[in-house]
């Protein structure tokens, strides 16, 4: 048994997930207070003694991204002073992870920033789900557990009514992904090639693989503007038939996903984790919603019973 007292603490970017988590563990919900004042600043305050307590904070860092980074940040310093044993951070969805290189000269690498800045502050472990560069481990000096959602998603397409489908990569990028999807379900596996028309547009060349006669399941690690709903011409034209899946980690749902999500009768469902909080104003009766809370609870266990969690990590 650890020696230390397990704690689950939130933030305010999706407490509701925080919720499950602790609910699921047999925890109570640790008390905590943000505030932001009328000139935007943060304020934190720890609510209760965490002395020598092991403490997991829950902070998906999705919009408005600065503002919950910075109560992220602010909550691990505050922990620190309040002499904490242990201060692990959850961030299921890491901010600017597409930010890790630069791709012209000048530019900030902003995913090693946001690192930097965890560590610096004082957690002592991160742990993200499904981020955009896996390389993104390396820009830490302490430990990273970098889980998948894959398993949990993969999951809803274990049925019957799925096998006459087929997992589609939306890219070559994308494909290895795609083939751990294609692993779990037992289904066929297509990619699609694209070829970047401006730097917000992009044009599907041709698609590999035989989709004649099947239905399209789309995956990807996250969805913002919607982009990948307009791809899906291409697999009809190569001969897909129903109505086509989307499968994505992160729904970060701007406006334009959700407007081309109802528009489009081709499109039956787009099945989602909630390692974000969706607002009211992004929910779709297309919308599915699988928790990600059993497993985020299962990685805190084990990393507090000291158990090895390398069956729940990114695949290669």
């Known amino acids: 048994m650890a020696e230390h007292p397990l704690r689950i603490f939130s933030g305010n970017a999706h407490p509701a997930l925080a919720q499950e988590i602790a609910e ?3 925890v109570p919900m640790g008390k905590s207070t943000t505030t932001i004042f009328p000139d935007s600043e943060t ?3 720890i609510d209760e003694v965490v002395r020598e307590q092991d403490i997991f904070i829950v902070q998906p860092c999705s919009a408005p991204v600065n ?3 910075m109560e992220l940040l602010l909550y691990v310093d505050a922990f620190r002073r ?3 044993h242990s201060v692990s951070v959850l961030i299921p969805y890491f901010p600017y992870a597409r930010q890790d290189r630069m791709a012209k000269g000048r530019e900030a690498i902003s995913a090693r920033v946001v ?3 965890l560590e610096n502050t004082g957690a002592d472990r991160v742990i993200y789900v499904d981020i955009h560069n896996p390389a993104i481990q390396g820009f830490f000096n302490i430990p990273v557990d970098p889980l998948t959602a894959i398993p949990v998603l993969a999951s809803y397409f274990k049925h019957a009514r799925f096998n006459n489908s ?3 990569s939306p890219d070559v990028g994308r494909a290895g992904v795609a083939g751990k999807y294609a692993e779990l379900t037992n289904l066929p596996l297509v990619v699609m090639h694209k070829r970047r028309t401006s730097p917000t547009e992009t044009h599907t060349t041709h698609v590999v693989g035989d989709i004649n006669g099947k239905r399209p399941i789309v995956i990807d690690d996250l969805m913002a503007s919607g982009s990948v709903l307009k791809q899906i011409d291409a697999l009809y034209a190569a001969g897909a038939i129903g109505k086509a899946y989307f499968s994505v980690t992160h729904p970060v749902l701007l406006p334009s996903a959700i407007e081309i999500l109802n528009a489009d009768d081709r499109i039956e469902k ?3 984790t909630n390692t974000i909080n969706i607002p009211p104003e992004k929910h779709s009766p297309k919308l599915e919603i699988v928790s990600i809370a059993p497993l985020l609870a299962q990685i805190i266990e084990r990393i507090y019973q000291g158990i090895s969690i390398s069956d729940l990590l990114v695949l290669p």
Do not use: D, E, K, R
Request: hydrophobic share 65%; net charge neutral.
């Open 24 to 26: 699921i563990l047999h």
């Open 43 to 45: 304020h934190v305050t």
């Open 67 to 69: 503002q919950h980074l």
């Open 82 to 84: 309040a002499s904490a």
């Open 115 to 117: 690192a930097n800045l």
């Open 166 to 168: 087929v997992i589609v």
């Open 270 to 272: 787009l099945v989602v």
